[in-house]
């Protein structure tokens, strides 16, 4: 068995133990790079450090760290309740409010699952009030969030211009940003249009009494959201966000040192809460994009990823290739992490772009949005929020409406991605 063989073997069995087993794949990811590194390829200890992610890993703990600060002085609950006055109450025109929302959140820089665990309770109690259905709401919030999840501040998007620029390649952060957008709220627009008719049957509880008797079903008149006073913190902060952006976008400075300096100031201003913030940085996640980011370093350093991308274009024709890659990455995510599935796959699929045969854009695009929308599922981080929070369900049925949503989107939204993205682009 070759060296190569054993390698890609090693990262499908971290796939499945951490898929079964309750454990960061990031864990066993650090782990395999030390074994297969020192024992299958005989790197140095330096060589096997050289995979691991420094900017990356700033931009993360910067991120999530300001965004914590931002949920401890309630400036996120600000924003949020300031989309819903945006409506003027409309409560089937919450769902939209809650996409943008989520879109926005995400592409400056809050996780996905965050965005999600943030107002997912929210857009549940909105269907139970008001008799929406939950399945719509809760998938056009997961929509939302990806559909801001490649902007060029968000880790995704970092993640994905990071492994494409190490190759020589180069992509357009605006073209992939807006390829998301752009599916995602299309999908967003299919999932309103199908089910919005349903939320009546989903309910098996009448909604809660503070509602009122004359509270609307099926998308009326909510209740208006009576704005809060702006502290000066909350202030503070939102002029932290836009200085954030502005030297992002316009100065091109590193956002991880940017967010950092701007949640330890703002910190620094809130010292009853200062302590907690730290608690808010996704240290889980960090963990798993570090530890596959440095095992997928080893198997470029080792050749493994030319390797398995020579053998994959050896198949046959480099857009048959590409479509299979797409499902193969749409069909895995849906069971383990979507951004450990894009740190190992994207490298592999270089090699064929390097061909000249393929739109670099359109294949790195489909990929990635073949990757992160089947996050619907309810055995990843986004689905399993929203079967958690949904009120007032039966919840087999609910999980059985969510498996079939999900069965969907697998089968067809990773062939629609290429179709879209690919296709056109290869003649």
Known sequence: MSAQLIAILVLGGMFVVATVLP??????????????????????????????????FITVVGVTYLFSVAKQNGTIDLLVQGG???????????????FAVAATLTAL?????????????????FAFTYRIS????????ICGAHAGAFSPMAVSGALVYGIVAKSGLTISHAALFFA???????LAAGTYVLLRRRGEESFVEQPDDTAGDDVPTGGGVATAVKPKTVTWHQRATLAALVVLVVGALAFHLQIGFLALAAGAVLALLDRENLG??????????????AGMVTYVGVLEHSGTIDWVANGAVGLGAPLLVALVLCVIVGVTSAFASSTAILTATIPMAIPLLLTDSLPVVGVVAAMAISTTIVDVSPFSTNGALVLANARGVDRNRFYRQVISYTCV????????????????GSF
């Open 109 to 125: 820089g809050t996780f996905t699952p965050a965005a999600v665990a943030l107002l997912v309770p929210i857009g549940m109690s």
């Open 84 to 98: 819903i006055r945006l409506v003027r109450g409309r409560a089937i025109l919450v769902p939209w409010v809650l």
């Open 180 to 186: 998301s957008m752009g599916f995602n709220l299309l």
């Open 409 to 424: 989107i697998v089968a067809l939204g990773p062939i629609a991605a290429w179709a879209v993205l690919v296709l056109p």
């Open 134 to 141: 939950p399945l719509m709401i809760g998938m056009m919030v």
């Open 23 to 56: 454990i960061n794949i990031g864990i066993l990811a650090l782990v395999a790079s030390f074994v297969v590194g020192t024992f299958v390829f005989g790197l140095e200890d330096k060589e096997i450090f050289e995979g691991f992610p420094v900017s990356l």
């Open 276 to 289: 907690k913030a730290v608690e808010g940085i996704s240290w889980p996640t960090i963990l798993l994009v």
